[in-house]
């Protein structure tokens, strides 16, 4: 597993306005799916949520589901759903 460290990401991200013409897609799994670690992403710019349901059981399912809402409500950023 990939150790990345969202805080410098987030230091070094430009603060002037400008709007990314790249989306930035994030699958979720056990190092990001908690809602603090979705808040950081939506921080750094997070567009597009993936979900893998190869692994896992449907409680853990169901939270994965819920915690980008959590953390999109909390942060009130307007990630959008798509089908």
Known sequence: MAN???DRILKE???DGRVPKTKIVCTLGLASQSVPII???LKAGINV???N???GNH???QETLNNP???IA???HPLRRHA
């Open 59 to 61: 409680k853990y399912h």
């Open 4 to 6: 990345i460290d969202i």
């Open 74 to 76: 909390k942060y009130q």
């Open 13 to 15: 991200l430009p603060n």
């Open 49 to 51: 949520v993936l979900f």
């Open 39 to 41: 808040e950081k992403l």
């Open 69 to 71: 809402r959590v953390a």
């Open 53 to 55: 349901f190869s692994h």
